[in-house]
């Protein structure tokens, strides 16, 4: 069965700190991969997501993923973060000729200024 | 439209109470979704509808029945929950292939008394 690992359960970083958030994922075929944010109070937000061609792909909000097959992962990266980042971060895979996605268990990302 | 909504915001209920969460999308995506987010927990896929059809049951219990009345209607139909049961339930679609994105809804926030 298909899993998902988010190893950074909690982050804490100052404005202007650099952020990588790693996803591990546990299936050998095609996958779909997914990055939503959920800030405080509100409903999941897609910030960027893998589904073919490059493997480094932009999202919004200044956030990027980079998809390395050879070692599962589909880490999440932001140059510069900002107080409003504060929120928690969901890795999420869809396993190809499938309907199903799962989430990681998140990373809750603080943000000082 | 591109948006999922889901009604109602948040639902009280008694344990030997009968109600139901809809769901209702406007973007001719295929498959519709439930999900359960507990509190500073991942969402846990429930049910998938491909073409108004049930495709999966993550093992749900039967106190949760699921409906699709057509392709734009998702309900979630709620009898005998336990207190154990209160949740954040999120409706989600996607497009074909799946690949292409999930799109979720702000949930109904459920509390069992």
């Known amino acids: 069965a298909q899993s998902v690992s988010q190893h950074n359960h909690h982050v804490i970083l100052s404005e202007a700190a650099s952020l990588e958030l790693g996803c591990n994922y546990s299936?050998?075929?095609?996958?779909?991969l997914f990055w939503y944010v959920q800030y405080p109070g509100q409903h999941l937000q897609l910030l960027l997501k893998?589904?073919?061609?490059?493997?480094l792909v932009k999202g919004i909000k200044g956030f990027e993923a980079e998809f390395i097959k050879s070692k599962f992962s589909f880490n999440l990266r932001k140059p510069s973060v900002q107080w409003s980042d504060t929120a928690e971060y969901f890795c999420?895979?869809?396993?190809?000729?499938?309907?199903?996605?799962?989430f990681g268990t998140g990373t809750r990302l603080q943000v000082f200024p | 439209d591109t948006e999922v909504t889901q009604t109602p915001k948040h639902l009280v209920m008694g344990m030997t109470n009968k109600k139901s969460l809809k769901c209702e999308q406007h973007?001719?995506?295929?498959?519709m979704y439930w999900y359960k987010q507990k509190a500073k927990k991942p969402p846990e896929l429930m049910f998938v509808?491909?073409?108004?059809?049930?495709?999966i049951n993550e093992s749900v219990p039967s106190r949760f029945s699921p409906e699709c009345p057509n392709s734009s209607l998702l309900n979630l139909h709620l009898h005998a929950l336990q207190p154990e049961d209160s949740a954040l339930y999120l409706c989600?679609?996607?497009?074909?292939?799946?690949?292409?994105?999930?799109?979720f809804g702000s949930g109904t926030r459920l509390t069992v008394v």
């Open positions: 989600a679609s996607s497009q074909d292939p799946v690949g292409y994105g999930y799109t």
């Open positions: 299936y050998g075929g095609t996958v779909n």
């Open positions: 893998y589904f073919s061609g490059d493997p």
């Open positions: 999420a895979v869809n396993a190809g000729n499938t309907d199903k996605l799962i």
């Open positions: 973007m001719g995506h295929r498959a």
């Open positions: 509808y491909s073409y108004e059809k049930l495709s």
